[in-house]
């Protein structure tokens, strides 16, 4: 028995690698080892009072702390049974949009295409196709501008709080967003052909799990029609070789994520993604994990034209600025959010004065660790003896890429 | 010549790599001075070299991350520390308790097979020639750093609170004036004042002010405001645990 290890994967968030197992010249095991360290969040903000903690949660992830932010407050929420305005649903829903273009345009531009011009990095690619690096860097400084607006600062701001912001943005700020957003559409729909023509890689999901709504929901839906609470039908279990855990649904392999939302809540989009969604869906049906990178960048056109309704209709109502008076109280809730990289769940329980008594988190990377490895036993039984080793490892890694994996948030490490 | 760049991320939540990317064109100019050898977040590409500066994110938490940080230290003549899990440990090294008892709690087993170590800051390990904390530290502070030493100019230190940053902006006192829990007066300037300008109290994400400090007083003040004890002491210690002061 031989193994090839992947040290450690490039242009990812975080630290994680594989080992493919070769047994008699056969690919029999994948494991994706992910060595990120641990980091306790859920023992961090245990006996701490509910206020301080959306903050925290914020810094598992710099690339997705919106969505962490956004989560915990939502769930938060929820054990206190309190409801917010239309106004405050409105805003943090636009945060959420911002941190989709950031992350999103992260992804496309930096980390992926440099794999389709065959170059190491996006600094590399810049010599010859600096224009597209400079598109992706303008729609990342936009997605940017939304986090610091709405959320307080670039990375780990504080403004979303339960109960509504710290502080509301001006009319300006959001003419600015608007009319950024649909100057922005012509560079998003220029890439579409790019990602569209990228050879398939990886395996097919038996099931695609999302929330209910786009960005965020009070519920998950899977793709046998069932709508569900997480722990009705997911199981997490821990791995000798990885600081994340492995989750399924029914007992079943799933997948989260960009294509998942594409092919679950299509219904929902706005009028040009969905034409793009049209145009493209007989091979996003094909459902190859590489398809992922093809739908976040339909995303994004959904995320710029998505931001100007929210826009608009703010700015038809005007921004009131009010938020909810919390009154702390013995409770459960669960807040999901559909973070860039897929569905997200925060979990609390929360003592009579408002100091979290227990807490449960589940991050997308760690929904799609199984999937990683599926993809990767697929696409490393294709290649295996048939391709150079040079060659053979490039496709490993591109494999992993196209789940877009953020592995600081997948070890943040959970009660069971 | 073009100077040697190397940029390591141990465990964290790989926000002070991503605030160098967030540079956009201005990490272009950086470009213009130094050669970058090794960046896994942004590039595949890896070369094992003498480096002139080291930057080291993140906090150690893995045996791994002890060896890379040693890597790191062994072979770079100036080494930079950024962000506050470098320089405090931050968040994840605010968890109290053992590995061992933690790890338990978690996976329901004392077995720790992937070397988990007690989460500490890089100063802990290794000499730092310089230290920028901040849970991100602000984006152009990195560029001003590796534009000094590119000109062969030792980088400012700060020493100033976020209290000055806040008066220098007109900034309302969150403490004064609405009884906010603010750890400005106590806490490393630099980052503007950005969380009181929404309104909100500082939440010390940047660790304490060197020296002139004055925690006790800190204390005395929220304690009459209404805080309890231990809500201030965990507020103290959630960017820096091991700050001796508090």
């Known amino acids: 028995m031989v193994s090839i290890e992947i040290e450690a994967f490039t242009r990812v968030e975080g630290n994680g690698g594989a080992e493919i197992v070769i047994e008699d010249g056969q690919v029999k095991e994948v494991k994706v080892k992910i060595f990120e360290g641990p980091r306790f969040f859920e023992l961090l903000t245990l006996g ?321 660790h199984a999937m990683m490895e599926l993809s990767l036993f697929t696409e490393a039984k294709k290649r295996y003896g048939n391709t150079s080793e040079m060659e053979f490892m490039q496709k490993m890694e591109e494999t992993v890429r196209a789940f877009d994996p953020c592995i600081s948030c997948s070890v943040h490490l959970t009660f069971l | 010549m073009m100077l040697k760049l190397g940029v390591f991320e141990l465990t964290g939540c790989g926000g002070c790599a991503l605030n160098i990317l967030f540079l956009y064109e201005k990490l272009f100019d950086l470009l213009e001075f130094y050669e970058i050898k090794e960046f896994h977040m942004a590039s595949s590409f890896k070369e094992h070299d003498h480096l002139d500066v080291a930057v080291v994110t993140g906090s150690v938490s893995t045996q791994r991350d002890l060896d890379l940080l040693k890597y790191a230290r062994n072979h770079s003549n100036y080494l930079i520390a950024l962000g506050t899990c470098a320089t405090h440990g931050s968040v994840q090294g605010s968890v109290e308790g053992k590995i061992r008892e933690k790890l338990e709690k978690v996976y329901g087993t004392r077995a720790n097979p992937m070397k988990a170590l007690d989460s500490k800051p890089i100063t802990e390990y290794v000499a730092v020639d310089y230290a920028l904390p901040g849970c991100p530290y602000d984006k152009d502070e990195i560029y001003q750093v590796l534009m000094n030493l590119a000109k062969g100019v030792e980088p400012p230190r700060k020493d100033y609170p976020v209290c000055i940053e806040c008066k220098l902006n007109e900034y ?55 805080y309890d004890e231990e809500y201030i002491r965990r507020k103290f210690k959630t960017f820096a645990r091991g700050e001796i002061r508090w």
Do not use: W
């Not at chain 1, 990602?195 to 990886?202: D, E, I, N, R």
């Not at chain 2, 630099?190 to 010390?204: D, E, M, R, Y």
């Open chain 1, 48 to 368: 701490r009072y509910y206020y301080d903690v959306p903050d925290l949660e914020a810094r598992i992830c710099a690339i997705c702390y919106l969505s962490h932010s956004v989560a915990s407050v939502r769930g938060i929420e929820n054990a206190f049974g309190v409801k917010v305005t239309r106004e405050i649903e409105l805003l943090r829903e636009l945060a959420l949009i911002g941190e989709l273009l950031e992350s999103h345009a992260l992804h496309l531009y930096l980390l992926v295409a440099p794999d389709l011009f065959g170059y190491a990095d996006a600094i590399r690619m810049a010599s010859k196709h600096g224009e597209i690096v400079k598109e992706g860097f303008t729609i990342k400084a936009f997605g940017n501008y939304i986090r610091e607006t709405i959320g307080g600062r670039e990375i780990h701001g504080i403004n979303i709080k339960p109960g509504g912001f710290g502080r509301y943005p001006t009319v300006e700020e959001l003419e600015k967003i608007e009319k950024n957003s649909e100057a922005l559409l012509t560079f998003a729909k220029r890439i579409i052909g790019l990602f569209a023509s990228q050879k398939p890689l990886g395996a097919k999901a038996k099931y695609y799990i999302a929330t209910n709504g786009y960005l965020y929901g009070d519920k998950l839906i899977a793709s046998d029609g069932e709508s569900f609470d997480y722990f009705e039908h997911i199981e997490e279990r821990s791995l000798p070789y990885s600081f994340a855990k492995q989750s399924h649904y029914k007992g079943e392999i799933f997948m989260v994520g960009a294509l998942p939302r594409l092919i679950l809540k299509n219904n929902m989009l706005t009028p040009m993604a969905k034409r793009l969604f049209e145009e493209y869906k007989e091979q996003l049906s094909q459902g190859y994990v590489s398809l992922n990178n093809l739908a976040q960048a339909i995303e994004l056109i959904y995320a710029l034209e998505r931001a100007r309704e929210i826009v608009k209709e703010l700015l038809d109502k005007g921004i009131n600025g009010e938020n909810i008076t919390i009154e702390p109280k013995e409770g459960e809730g669960i807040g999901y959010v559909e973070a860039p990289r897929g569905a997200l769940i925060h979990h609390y329980r929360i003592d009579e004065r408002g100091n979290i008594a227990y807490s449960n988190i589940i991050t997308p990377t760690a929904f799609n």
């Open chain 2, 172 to 226: 309302e006192c969150v403490l004064v004036k609405k009884g906010i829990p603010c750890l400005g007066p106590i806490t490393l300037g630099g980052c503007n004042a950005i969380c009181v300008k929404s309104g909100l109290g500082c939440i010390g994400c940047r660790g304490p002010l060197p020296k002139d400090a004055n925690p006790a007083e800190e204390f005395e003040i929220l304690k009459k405001l209404g």
